[in-house]
């Protein structure tokens, strides 16, 4: 299986696809073909443990390594650092749906399911094709991959990780998760801007030969950690398949049986994995794409219009999801297209021009027969936190609950009784006083941090705060780099001068 470019550049293995991050054009790097698991084979990984599924799954995903390779990055990847011996657990969320955890990780946000993953799949991509320069992964964050992938590259040898952030962009806990990050290998990065300004500028310095030329003079070559990245994606295509195999083993369903999953959804990664999923044969039902209220994505799907042009962008509580430039969409996009490069770079030729674009009537049919969408205020995601809480007494943070009030929202609309999942992105402690606020009302939080908010989110619900936030406002700042966000290139150039 070789690796094709969205935007039409020649093929390359899934190791060389991971190794460069992005196409030489610009494009996404997209499987050739996809996996074709078996009803028999799905049913086999239902007594398996993750790091089992884990590994039945991408071998197939990532024909280039070996199962020795796999094994044993998996066991690197999904050991210690998990607070939960299943990893990705699957709990009811009272009787009508069930949230797939991705958060028991080191940096309580479902960044770390991949992000935990990559360094080691980066490390042998660049073994395989001989790399002897140091790899150099950049990173533009809206808050949590940025953390996610400065504890994953951490002292990782042949590795260095430079993070850019929005300034004021994230959330307290957020900025001084990276800006504590020890190790000799890491970098952080204020941005004067937002997040699709420091996407943007990422992606400009990828395409700056004259960097890639400052780079290769220093012994270093540039990558991405970002979810452009295959080796971000294929990691996240296993937990579909192990929340499904969860089912089946509870007895929740039966083998075949169709399940919808809801995505809380910023720049469609994690919604991505599971059309991929569904495309390698998992029994998937409506994937359903949440947003906040920077709803472009929903819009989109709802409409086959996708436009950002007149667009507002809203400061949420839920701030991972505050995109209007969502990358992985344009993988979508080559799928619906029949895999027309050139169809492709023309729409987001037309996306940098005029800020928007739509597709023809039999796209959005296409698009529509498997996906689904909805979007949540402020006050709507609030309501969601207080009223899983009453009724269920599980706790959720702001990302989550904007997927479990859009997949209330969706079965009310449609009346589709097919089992429904919601994918539960981040601890409820990393946004902890967002989610004190909308449980206790404006009054339990004021005059407090984030940090006495998260201690009064454990005394008022009697759940454990995760050391890792506890921990945080005694830690030395050791990062405090701030930029432009048209000089990101030179600030690079000068942390690692
Ligand atoms: C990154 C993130 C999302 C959005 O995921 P995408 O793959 O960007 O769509 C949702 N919730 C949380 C907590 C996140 O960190």
């Known amino acids: 299986m070789q690796m094709l470019s969205t935007r039409g550049a020649a093929a390359v293995s899934p190791s060389m696809a991971i190794l460069r991050g992005l196409a030489p054009d610009g494009?996404?790097?997209?499987?050739?073909?996809?996996?074709?698991?078996?009803?028999?084979?799905?049913?086999?990984?239902?007594?398996?443990?993750?790091?089992?599924?884990?590994?039945?799954?991408?071998?197939?995903?990532?024909?280039?390594?070996?199962?020795?390779?796999?094994?044993?990055?998996?066991?690197?990847?999904?050991g210690t650092g998990f607070d939960d011996p299943a990893v990705a657990p699957l709990r009811p969320v009272g009787g009508r749906a069930h949230a797939l955890e991705l958060w028991h990780g080191p940096t309580l946000a479902f960044k770390d399911m991949a992000l935990q993953l990559l360094p080691h799949l980066?490390?042998?991509?660049?073994?395989?094709?001989?790399?002897?320069?140091?790899?150099?992964?950049?990173?533009?964050?809206?808050?949590?991959?940025?953390?996610?992938?400065?504890?994953?590259?951490?002292?990782?040898?042949?590795?260095?990780?430079?993070?850019?952030?929005?300034?004021?962009?994230?959330?307290?806990?957020?900025?001084?998760?990276?800006?504590?990050?020890?190790?000799?290998?890491?970098?952080?990065?204020?941005?004067?801007?937002?997040?699709?300004?420091?996407?943007?500028?990422?992606?400009?310095?990828?395409?700056?030969?004259?960097?890639?030329?400052?780079?290769?003079?220093?012994?270093?070559?540039?990558?991405?950690?970002n979810s452009i990245n295959y080796g971000r994606l294929v990691p996240q295509v296993v937990y579909y398949f192990s929340a499904y195999a969860d089912l089946l083993a509870q007895g929740k369903i039966g083998m075949g049986d169709p399940v919808n999953f809801c995505v809380p959804t910023g720049n469609f990664g994690d919604i991505l994995a599971a059309d991929y999923a569904a495309k390698a044969g998992l029994p998937v039902g409506k994937l359903i794409c949440a947003s906040n209220e920077n709803n472009v994505l929903s819009d989109f799907i709802r409409t086959g219009v996708y436009d950002i042009a007149g667009r507002a962008f809203y400061r949420t509580i839920s701030p991972s999801m505050d995109i209007l430039i969502s990358s992985n969409l344009e993988r979508l996009l080559f799928d619906l297209h029949g895999r027309d490069g050139a169809k492709v770079a023309a729409l987001m030729a037309r996306l940098r021009e005029t800020g928007?674009?739509?597709?023809?009537?039999?796209?959005?049919?296409?698009?529509?027969?498997?996906?689904?969408?909805?979007?949540?205020?402020?006050?709507?995601?609030?309501?969601?936190?207080?009223?899983?809480?009453?009724e269920s007494h599980y706790l959720m943070d702001t990302h989550t609950a904007v997927a479990s009030a859009v997949l209330r929202d969706y079965v009310r609309e449609t009346g589709d009784q097919t089992p429904g999942v919601i994918v539960s992105t981040a601890s409820p402690y990393k946004f902890g006083a967002a989610v004190l606020e909308a449980i206790g009302g404006p009054q339990a939080v004021a005059g407090k941090d984030d940090f006495a908010?998260?201690?009064?989110?454990?005394?008022?619900?009697?759940?454990?705060?995760?050391?890792?936030?506890?921990?945080?406002?005694?830690?030395?700042?050791?990062?405090?780099?701030v930029c432009e966000k048209d000089a990101m290139a030179q600030a690079v150039l000068d942390v690692i001068a």
């Open 122 to 225: 980066l490390t042998l991509s660049g073994r395989k094709h001989g790399e002897t320069r140091e790899v150099f992964i950049l990173v533009a964050t809206s808050g949590d991959t940025g953390k996610a992938a400065l504890e994953g590259f951490l002292d990782v040898p042949g590795t260095r990780c430079c993070v850019f952030y929005p300034e004021g962009g994230v959330s307290q806990a957020q900025r001084l998760q990276m800006v504590t990050t020890g190790g000799s290998n890491t970098h952080v990065i204020a941005v004067r801007g937002n997040f699709d300004d420091a996407q943007s500028g990422v992606k400009r310095i990828f395409s700056d030969p004259a960097f890639a030329g400052a780079m290769n003079a220093q012994g270093r070559v540039l990558s991405s950690a």
């Open 356 to 390: 928007r674009y739509g597709v023809d009537a039999d796209v959005l049919r296409a698009l529509q027969a498997r996906y689904a969408a909805g979007f949540v205020d402020e006050a709507g995601i609030r309501a969601e936190i207080r009223r899983t809480w009453e």
């Open 453 to 481: 908010c998260c201690a009064a989110l454990s005394a008022l619900t009697g759940t454990r705060e995760p050391d890792q936030i506890a921990g945080l406002p005694q830690m030395p700042v050791r990062h405090h780099a």
């Open 27 to 78: 494009g996404l790097y997209v499987p050739e073909t996809f996996p074709a698991f078996t009803a028999q084979e799905i049913r086999a990984l239902a007594p398996m443990s993750y790091q089992e599924r884990a590994a039945f799954v991408l071998a197939r995903f990532l024909p280039d390594f070996t199962r020795d390779e796999l094994r044993a990055a998996i066991a690197g990847a999904y």
